[in-house]
């Protein structure tokens, strides 16, 4: 009789084992998908705000800035010594602005596929420790702009944290296709990206050109002294250095444009997180709910 009550106890105890590991499991894949929807849910607002008309151009914290050659020919526009200079190479007819609206043009254009390209790589991927990132403890790869240790996101964007270091640089190939096949369809004033830059590169390329031939040597001491007198001897060492220009337009508007999605991705992922009334099921209800307590 006591052995039998002995067995009972102990198949009990094991079912009571076996039950709990199960809930244990359950939870561990609920936070998963939690962690998983509110990605989505997030990439899907991004790429739907980030598609409309000034998406990326009307938005300070995502606008797609000018690449460093641009940013050198525009400092020379805002200074008459640099006025001069450009008109002496024959290059003052560039329009830097223009660029930058084509590129954030075209990233608003393309943005709307970046949805699917998400999802993807969002249900495809293994979420290691749920748990960690739901409670905001893991610890990201992926360094900041300024290549320092600095995380790129927070603590309460830890899910967006670990799908940036999972996917960007697949991301990067996928979305720079679409990003790249853009560049011919968005035109502003008649001009498309790719026209734009062409053209631009073209006048970038003749000052760097015009630098080394004797009427340039010239003109260059002429830019020094006038900047020099302006205060904006650095403006000088960015023309002093100016080569060809080598850059890969389409590199660079992607990665911009995955930074801009990537942070609103963050964005909706704070959200969820600190605010009930964004967690729009039952799910994310459940399972964000927990950082409530």
């Not at 509110?38 to 008309?53: E, F, Y």
């Not at 938005?59 to 800035?65: F, L, T």
């Not at 679409?178 to 011919?184: E, N, R």
């Not at 073209?202 to 040597?217: E, L």
Request: aromatic share 8%; charged share 20%.
């Amino acid at each position: 009789m006591l052995s039998f009550v002995g067995a009972a106890f102990l198949v009990s105890s094991c079912d009571e084992d076996i039950l709990g590991g199960l809930s244990d499991a359950l939870s561990e894949g609920d936070t998963a998908a939690a962690l998983k929807e509110a990605l989505k849910v997030g990439a899907q607002t991004a790429a739907t705000n980030l598609g409309q008309k000034d998406g990326y151009f009307g938005d300070a914290m995502v606008k797609i800035g000018m690449p460093k050659e641009v940013a050198t020919a525009a400092e020379l526009l805002q200074t008459e010594a640099g006025k001069t200079f450009l008109q002496a190479a024959g290059a003052d007819n560039m329009n830097p602005d223009n660029i930058v609206e084509l590129m954030n043009r075209a990233a608003e254009t393309a943005a709307p596929e970046s949805a699917e390209i998400f999802g993807n790589a969002i249900t495809s991927m293994t979420l290691a420790d749920g748990e960690a990132i739901l409670f905001g403890n893991y610890t990201s790869q992926s360094a900041s702009e300024e290549g320092n240790v600095t995380a790129k996101f927070g603590s309460d964007q830890a899910a967006t944290s670990y799908l940036y270091d999972k996917t960007y640089s697949g991301l990067q190939t996928t979305f720079g296709k679409v990003i790249t096949g853009t560049f011919d369809q968005v035109a502003v004033g008649g001009k498309t990206v790719n026209d734009a830059w062409k053209g631009f590169t073209s006048v970038y390329n003749q000052i760097a050109d015009f630098k080394a031939d004797p009427k340039g040597q010239l003109a260059m001491i002429g830019l020094k002294a006038g900047l020099t007198a302006a205060g904006k001897t650095a403006l000088y060492d960015k023309v002093a250095s100016i080569q060809h220009v080598n850059t890969d337009l389409g590199e660079y508007v992607t990665g911009k444009a995955l930074d801009g999605l990537f942070t609103k991705v963050a964005e909706k992922e704070t959200g969820i997180r600190t605010n009930a009334a964004e967690r729009t099921s039952e799910l994310l209800k459940k399972v964000f709910g927990r950082l409530d307590k």
